[in-house]
């Protein structure tokens, strides 16, 4: 099955089964003459980084509602963004995501860089994101390769080289099948195709377009593919967390600085994360309580495991650090899924306001 057989028959079961997803302009709506928004295209990638899209899905819908352009995304304030965000993980992103909105209308006129190049000097793009942006929004033939496209890459020509090793060979074997017709939907298709037939375990080569010239499938190795090289055990690390509530039903909460994890997010006071569990350092004088639970949550690179300590105090009381919000102003939500998880244990802990 040549390379050209393998492009033509991917198209044409794109054609037929793409996702429908509400940043995406179909096949059906782009033989119409319907273009895909850029802005649309930029959001779902960056969002998408690292996430699913059945987690996306919802965000996308709320972020175009209430910033339907990247104008109006430059014009938000952080903390809004920032809240909206809460949930998604990776708040590198939505920094970026700001830096990005703010330079393109800015330095753009709020119109994106129509090449994979001009694309790559905006804050939070690399090669992927800009590839995608490029040729889904703008045709662009960029090679888009992200983890789907590696699989069905590494079964489609039998690639027996563990990942990460392998990835300038299955970046290499995309590029042959990407066409300087329809880029966009080849992108799609070849992303789709990973996601909905040739997944990780178990792949349909049944209702593949591809199964005629797949290498792997004809040696039988389709499911072992791509090898990796086993990943290393993650670190655990430990913390505390303190959850104040005034007497008015005011919370103590603090912003974490600009730069690192959980950057520039609302959160609890506490200690930092160590390899062994840290002193107290409480924020505040009061009667601290420990209500015998802890928060378990799992970062990219380690498992966090994180003390809770809870205490209600009078309407004198003067943090160290942070501030009391009151409860009109406090919406839970918006905190990144880890401060959200002490909330919603410590809560349990403290008396009905």
């Not at 003390?307 to 501030?323: M, S």
Request: glycine share 8%; net charge positive; aromatic share 8%.
């Amino acid at each position: 099955m040549r390379d050209e057989a393998k492009g033509a028959a991917l198209l044409a079961w794109y054609d037929r089964n793409a996702r429908s997803m509400p940043w995406r302009v179909g096949p059906e709506a782009r033989r119409a003459g319907r273009r895909p928004d850029p802005y649309h295209v930029w959001l779902s990638e960056v969002m998408l980084q690292q996430t699913t899209v059945a987690a996306v899905r919802d965000y996308f819908l709320r972020f175009v509602e209430r910033w339907p352009d990247v104008r109006a995304l430059a014009a938000a304030r952080d903390a809004e963004v920032m809240g909206e965000w809460a949930g998604l993980g990776y708040y590198a992103r939505a920094r970026n995501l700001l830096k990005c909105a703010r330079i393109v209308t800015a330095a753009h006129g709020g119109r994106f860089p129509q090449t994979r190049a001009g694309l790559l000097d905006l804050p939070g793009i690399g090669p992927y994101t800009a590839a995608a942006i490029a040729a889904i929004a703008f045709d662009e033939p960029a090679t888009v390769v992200d983890g789907n496209v590696e699989r069905v890459m590494a079964r489609l020509f039998a690639v027996e080289t563990p990942l990460p090793a392998a990835k300038p060979e299955l970046t290499a074997l995309a590029a042959r099948l990407t066409p300087h017709d329809r880029p966009g939907c080849h992108a799609q298709a070849v992303m789709d195709l990973g996601a909905t037939v040739c997944t990780p375990k178990s792949p349909a080569c049944g209702l593949c377009p591809l199964r005629a010239g797949c290498a792997a499938r004809a040696a039988g190795i389709q499911g072992d593919l791509p090898r990796k090289v086993p990943k290393k055990a993650k670190p655990t690390r430990h913390g505390i967390a303190y959850v104040a509530r005034r007497s008015d039903g005011a919370w103590l909460l603090e912003r974490r600085p600009a730069s690192g994890l959980l950057g520039a997010m609302l959160g609890w006071p506490g200690t930092d994360w160590t390899g062994s569990a840290p002193p107290e350092a409480p924020p505040i004088a009061a009667n601290w309580r420990d209500p015998g639970t802890e928060v378990r949550h799992t970062f990219t690179h380690f498992h966090l495991r994180l003390a809770l300590r809870v205490a209600e105090v009078g309407p004198d009381a003067v943090p160290e650090g942070g501030q009391f919000v009151p409860p009109g102003q406090f919406r839970p939500a918006e905190l990144p899924t880890v401060m959200r998880k002490a909330f919603d244990l410590a809560h349990s802990a403290l008396k009905p306001a």
